[in-house]
């Protein structure tokens, strides 16, 4: 088969969408394809050379006459240029907005038949969907893209009731490449971090917005650490840490609160953790919750978007009702008081991430529809 040039534009900071992105160009490279991130600056994981991957960075200047810089304008000429000068036979963007509206722009400013394929990580529907000056905008991008996937079946459902496009939407799950998202002995870390040998320890890993209800990880380990020796890492950063600080002082148990901020190697975190709880109101995905999984931690998720199809109830962990702080409480407490049921959970969600979402299969999914694309014409 040819081997493809592929223009790739996502967020490039922190977040699962430049997450998922990055890797799967870096999943592309190896395979031999060329690949070339467009963005604002390097995606956070290319932290090193990589064979086959060109990074071309958009460059917004700040004009007096502007009130506001014209990023968009400037992406969509970057993206036009690179198209033409590598080549390029597929631009693939993650996000409809603004990403996928440029790509369209930027074909037809390259003059060639540069084949768009736009996926759909959530906070672009599940956010912008609701507000009318952007849905005709959301929709333009889809139906102009020339294969549009979303991350999860819910977040297909979302798109088709708050956007209404008319395109077909292919649901490809997010990935893991389990070589590096795996078990690791981090048992050195444990002593580091003041976690004590009888303690269970749970995780949560987010960007703190309030859609991630990280007050609700508070309550609920509370409860838990009412029962039983335990510490709760905190992985991340954002709006919400202050007032995670605040209640978890009040309720008194601040000293078991680790708040660790943004973290590189999460891997060797998971990897000491007991139970992993994501207990957002929104959440297309899930994409910490696989990552958990894959280091064999049962996770408790909420019943909202994409969780279930992550998190399988009574399998690999509990899937619990959004705020329910007691019945949360109550399934944490049972994983941790009951080997059994961890270790089968453990088992159980190691199994299911190499099985349905390892990334050979999923890239294999991607690399598919480009050269279905190609193929067409
Ligand atoms: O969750 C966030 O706030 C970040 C956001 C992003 O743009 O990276 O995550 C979205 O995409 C991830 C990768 O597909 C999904 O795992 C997350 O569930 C999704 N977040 C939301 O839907 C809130």
């Known amino acids: 088969m040819k081997k493809l040039k592929i223009g790739i534009t996502c967020y490039p900071t ?6 998922v992105a990055t890797e799967l160009g870096k999943l592309l490279a190896e395979r031999g394809h060329e690949i070339h991130f467009i963005s604002s600056s390097l995606p956070f994981r290319l932290t090193k050379m990589y064979r086959n991957i060109y990074s071309h960075e958009v460059e917004v200047n700040q004009y007096s006459v502007f009130q506001y810089p014209p990023y968009d304008i400037a992406l969509a000429s970057k993206m036009a240029e690179v198209a033409v000068l590598e080549n390029l036979d597929v631009l693939h963007v993650h996000y409809a907005i603004p ?3 440029c790509a369209i722009l930027a074909r037809q400013m390259s003059g060639r038949d540069l084949k768009i394929v736009t996926t759909l990580h959530g906070t672009d529907i599940t956010v912008l969907g609701y507000d009318p000056s952007m849905t005709d905008a959301i929709r333009f991008g889809i139906e102009k893209s020339d ?13 088709y009731e708050l956007i209404k496009p008319k395109k077909e939407i292919d649901c490809v799950y997010n990935f893991i490449d389990t070589r590096v998202n795996k078990r690791v002995d981090s048992s050195d870390l444990r002593g580091e971090l003041g976690i004590l040998p009888d303690e269970k320890v749970i995780i949560h890993v987010s960007n703190f917005r309030p859609v991630k209800r990280a007050l609700d990880v508070i309550r609920v380990f509370a409860g838990i650490a009412e029962k039983l020796p335990a510490k709760l890492l905190l ?11 605040s209640l978890a002082s009040e309720l008194g148990i601040r000293e078991k609160v680790l ?12 990897s000491l953790s007991d139970l992993m709880l994501l207990l957002s109101e929104k959440e ?19 019943n909202v978007g994409g969780i279930p199809e992550v998190i399988v109830d009574g399998q690999t962990g ?19 008081m009951n080997r059994s049921v961890h270790d089968h959970f453990a088992l159980n969600s190691l199994h299911r991430a190499e099985t349905n979402f390892g990334a050979e299969q999923i890239v ?13 014409d």
């Open 318 to 336: 509990y899937i619990c009702d959004l705020g329910n702080i007691a019945e949360i409480t109550e399934k944490a407490l049972h994983i941790l």
């Open 99 to 101: 990403h996928a509206v």
């Open 284 to 302: 297309s995905f899930g994409l910490v919750a696989l990552e958990a999984m894959a280091c064999g931690v049962p996770c408790i998720g909420t």
């Open 14 to 19: 922190i977040g699962g969408s430049g997450v």
């Open 147 to 159: 294969y549009v996937t979303a991350v999860s079946a819910s977040l297909i459902k979302q798109t």
């Open 235 to 245: 992985v991340g950063d954002g709006p919400e840490i202050k007032g995670v600080c």
């Open 259 to 270: 708040l660790l901020g943004k973290q590189e190697r999460v891997e060797e975190l998971y």
């Open 364 to 376: 294999s999914v991607y690399e598919n529809i480009y050269y279905s694309l190609l193929e067409n």
